[in-house]
């Protein structure tokens, strides 16, 4: 967008009044960071595009009502959360946390020569492929943290827990990841 | 699959188990100088935890390059503004 492009509070203040293309400048302002979000915690690309709709349809009726507490980005993104674990919501179920070392040992901690994990780690398909055999949850804790760039306090407040156990769950995500990365063929 | 070689070494006063719980506060700059210190003595001193914090590392550093502002695709957004044009 140029210097002369409107601020974020224009355009909601011009799609509460109803303006179309305000509202679409918004769509076409934060929408890709959704998808990505939707994607990750539906895991699905269908499921994705669901949700993805549903957010914006429901931010569209909750325009009226937002104060601008937070940034816009942070509310679409917590209504796009909101709308791909509905979708999800048959799914459940979570076994015991495995201890950080048990995880490491899986991730490939005292293994020789993994070295080929680095190469896919810079392979975007490759990295998608490990995210989308990790569960949900984990999913979503990766695409807030570290590919969206929340801080730890705006992605402990979106998940409504504290930032010790955000931290926590981070880390064992993160192991999980490499785990996954480390052997593809292996058990989720 | 490798066998690990799981010897929880004792290197710049931590144990490999301690700093494999460490790395995530460490690549997001969260340690102490003094826990810094002390994570980055060890990783020098282990090639174990040298190959696993680099391989973890670089690991989130490629999540965070996932991050490509793509654009919105044409047949979601005509399929929304049907949805906001429905009553
Ligand atoms: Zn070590």
Redesign the pocket.
């Known amino acids: 967008m140029s210097g002369l492009a409107p601020s974020e509070d224009d355009l909601i203040a011009a799609a509460r009044g109803g303006d179309a293309a305000a509202f679409e400048a918004i769509v076409r302002l934060h929408g890709p960071a959704m998808r990505r979000v939707a994607r990750a915690i539906t895991g699905d690309d269908a499921l994705a595009d669901d949700a993805w709709q549903d957010a914006f349809v429901a931010a569209h009726r909750a325009l009226a009502g937002y104060r601008g507490q937070g940034s816009l980005r942070a509310w679409l993104l917590a209504i796009v959360r909101n709308a791909a674990r509905k979708l999800l919501r048959e799914r459940s179920g979570h076994d015991d946390e495995p201890e950080v070392f048990t995880l490491g040992l899986a991730a490939g901690w005292g293994e020789a020569s993994p070295e080929d994990v680095a190469v896919a780690s810079r392979d975007r398909a490759q990295l998608w492929a490990a995210l989308d055999r990790l569960e949900p949850d984990d999913r979503e804790l990766l695409v807030l943290r570290d590919l969206e760039g929340q801080s730890g306090d705006e992605v402990a407040a979106a998940l409504g827990i504290a930032l010790s156990a955000m931290k926590s769950r981070l880390h064992r995500a993160r192991l999980r990841l490499l785990a996954a990365l480390t052997h593809p063929g292996g058990p989720r | 699959m490798t066998t690990p070689t799981a010897t929880d ?1 004792e ?1 710049a006063g931590l144990r ?1 188990s301690e ?1 494999l719980a460490l790395l995530s506060s460490w690549v997001d700059g969260e340690l102490t100088g003094a826990q810094r210190g002390a994570v980055e003595g ?1 990783v020098r001193g ?1 090639d ?2 040298e190959r696993f914090g680099g391989r973890f590392a670089a690991m989130v550093q490629a999540i965070r390059a996932l991050a490509s502002d793509d654009d919105v695709a044409p047949a979601s957004l005509e399929q929304l503004r049907q949805r906001l044009r429905a009553p």
Do not use: L, P, Q, T
């Open positions: 070494r290197i490999c700093v060890h282990c174990v935890c």
